[in-house]
T-cell receptor, first 113, second 112 residues
Framework: DGGITQSPKYLFRKEGQNVTLSCEQN?????MYWYRQDPGQGLRLIYY???????QKGDIAEGYSVSREKKESFPLTVTSAQKNPTAFYLC????????????FGNGTRLTVT | QKEVEQNSGPLSVPEGAIASLNCTYS??????FFWYRQYSGKSPELIMF????GDKEDGRFTAQLNKASQYVSLLIRDSQPSDSATYLC????????????FGQGTTLQVKP
């Protein structure tokens, strides 16, 4: 079945360490996104990519980095510069078009202590 | 003013009742609207999409859109305990594929 796979489901890191969250899709979607969700909050866009080897910052890109070397993969690195990294991270993909919905992965819950 | 506003709730309704979830948005350029349902600890799942003024029905769900008032709502008829979740509203603009601005969501509790 087609879908989006995020791994791991839970991730624990010490403050000051960089950590990379994996996102893989087999939906053949061109566009991929990373959102962050904090408790009781909506989703906020971190980065997005509409084509391989190209990506743009979203609303809260500071302290994060991404790459898009393959159409299927869009990993997110949470760097030590991110001041409040503990959150629920959601990867999504879509086809082009205003009326195209986002398809979400199951998310990665990151805890930094 | 937030771009997308939803009452965070919780909205509590008895089983079998109609639940009404509301969303207002500030950007008049928004043309399409998504409603996502998110169970606690899970990722959002799409339940409704609407782009024309008026009502759109899908099973027990009805989305209502009024672009002049910048208002979109979701009605859930015959509410079930399994409908208990957070409902997220997300407007979409032409040229902004996927870059949705989400409301904070309304938490619905359906009591048996």
């Amino acid at each position: 079945d087609g879908g989006i796979t995020q791994s791991p489901k839970y991730l624990f890191r010490k403050e000051g360490q960089n950590v990379t969250l994996s996102c893989e899709q087999n939906l053949n979607h061109d566009a991929m996104y990373w959102y962050r969700q904090d408790p009781g909050q909506g989703l906020r866009l971190i980065y997005y990519s509409q084509i391989v080897n190209d990506f743009q910052k979203g609303d809260i890109a500071e302290g994060y980095s991404v790459s898009r070397e393959k159409k299927e993969s869009f990993p997110l690195t949470v760097t030590s510069a991110q001041k409040n990294p503990t959150a629920f991270y959601l990867c999504a993909s879509s086809i082009e078009g205003e009326q195209s919905p986002l398809h979400f992965g199951n998310g990665t819950r990151l805890t930094v202590t | 003013q937030k771009e997308v506003e939803q009452n965070s709730g919780p909205l509590s309704v008895p089983e079998g009742a109609i639940a009404s979830l509301n969303c207002t948005y500030s950007d008049r350029g928004s043309q399409s609207f998504f409603w996502y349902r998110q169970y606690s600890g899970k990722s959002p799942e799409l339940i409704m999409f609407i782009y024309s003024n008026g009502d759109k029905e899908d099973g027990r769900f009805t989305a209502q859109l009024n672009k002049a008032s910048q208002y979109v709502s979701l009605l859930i008829r015959d509410s079930q305990p399994s409908d208990s979740a957070t409902y997220l509203c997300a407007p979409s603009k032409p040229g902004n594929t996927g870059k949705l601005i989400f409301g904070q969501g309304t938490t619905l509790q359906v009591k048996p």
